[in-house]
């Protein structure tokens, strides 16, 4: 019995995953050829180009690491950050707070600002902290998937940029549904994901590193203490006019990449961004017809993370299982202290479309009503 039979196409209004367009999967079905071949070569290069122009940088090294987000988020704490360094970690939900436990475990000395989940980042309190203290690194989440919350990464940089610290963002959940600007918000270190708003399944971690970031890189004290993820032998695979092996590529998920960067590219990347905005006034304005609120003050809501409170009496586990097993629709639950109190419901990437918000809307006016 072929269990993958059974699978049936969700719409997937979710925290990630989001919907694959048709041009990705088939993208994936591409022959698998060889990972030096050189036209396989010549793929690299330009998902290196398109992955530039997405984050807004001219960073060299701006490549796609094999593995989920949290490889990502691992590659730029492992490479950057060595016993001692001071760390301070902007915290306002899950992913600040994994944050806060990697850079931990490399034995930095980590401080943390702490806003409560479903509020932003307060830029002054950021101001004060670092003028108590030198840090040789300052760490945030762009759209923190927890709570629907966009920090002010913009105002918090050209606060980091004053003083010697590098800059390192989160936009696993932004990037591709809104503006990350890389070069223009001082961001040093940046890390990302392919299953939210590039919509390519999950799989590969785009990252962008500075030339500042890298020198912290070349004069480090001590090896990466991660062989997998070790910069300096990936970017022997990922740059220069021979390439060496290191590990073998995800052949077929950089197909899937490749594709889904160009997706967003052909649209235009305002188009997109615009594409989200519109996806989301909809939804918003269903779900005030609804009677259902936001958990986040309108100024610093996402897009594509909408965390909508759970309105009085009502099962939340059993509306969610509801869409999904007879509506093949999926929307997310709250995580930590926000379980059971929120939906998060996710219009990221290709399922940001007006025909898919007025799907789950009219299931969710009936589940409400009935
Ligand atoms: C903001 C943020 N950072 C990091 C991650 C980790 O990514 P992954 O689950 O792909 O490893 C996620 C995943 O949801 C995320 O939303």
């Given at each position: ?135 040789d690194m300052v760490a945030v989440v762009h759209a923190e ?7 002010p990464v913009d105002q918090i940089g050209a606060l980091v ?166 509506h093949r629709i999926e929307i997310g639950a709250g995580l ?35």
């Amino acid at each position: 019995m072929n269990k993958l039979k059974e699978i049936k196409e969700t719409l997937l209004m979710g925290p990630g995953p989001s919907c694959v367009p048709p041009q990705v999967y088939e993208a994936m079905a591409t022959a698998t050829i060889g990972h030096l071949d050189p036209a396989f070569i010549e793929i690299m290069d330009e998902i290196k180009s398109m992955l530039k122009q997405l984050f807004q940088s001219d960073y060299d090294l701006t490549i796609p690491i094999s593995g989920t987000g949290s490889a990502g988020m691992e590659t730029c704490f492992v490479n950057i950050v060595e016993p001692g360094d001071k760390v301070l970690v902007l915290i306002n939900g899950v992913f600040g707070m994994r944050m806060q436990d990697v850079a931990t475990r490399l034995g930095a000395e980590v401080d943390v600002i702490e806003a409560s989940w479903g509020t932003a980042i307060n830029p002054d309190a950021v101001k004060v902290k670092l003028s108590q203290k030198p840090y040789d690194m300052v760490a945030v989440v762009h759209a923190e998937t927890s709570t629907g919350v966009c920090n002010p990464v913009d105002q918090i940089g050209a606060l980091v940029n004053e003083t010697q610290a590098l800059y390192l963002v989160d936009t696993v959940t932004s990037l591709g549904g809104m503006p990350v600007k890389v070069n223009a918000w001082g961001i040093d270190v940046v890390y990302s994901g392919t299953q939210k708003c590039l919509s390519c399944p999950p799989g590969l971690a785009p990252v962008s590193f500075s030339p500042k970031a890298m020198e912290k890189l070349t004069n480090r004290k001590t090896k990466v203490p991660n062989w997998y993820l070790d910069l300096g032998m990936i970017t022997n695979y990922w740059q220069g006019a021979t390439r060496a092996y290191h590990h073998t590529a995800p052949i077929n998920m950089l197909y899937g990449l490749y594709a889904a960067l160009q997706c967003v590219l052909d649209e235009g990347m305002e188009n997109v961004f615009a594409r989200h905005q519109e996806a989301h006034q909809q939804l918003k304005t269903g779900l005030g017809d609804l009677g259902v609120d936001f958990l986040v003050e309108e100024n610093d809501r996402l897009p594509m993370l909408n965390a909508v409170k759970i309105p009085e009496g009502v099962d939340e586990a059993a509306i969610r299982m509801n869409l999904l097993k007879n509506h093949r629709i999926e929307i997310g639950a709250g995580l930590g202290p926000l379980a059971g109190k929120i939906w998060r419901i996710g219009i990221m990437g290709h399922t940001a479309r007006p025909d898919n918000v007025k799907r789950l809307l009219s299931v969710l006016g009936t589940q409400l009503s009935g």
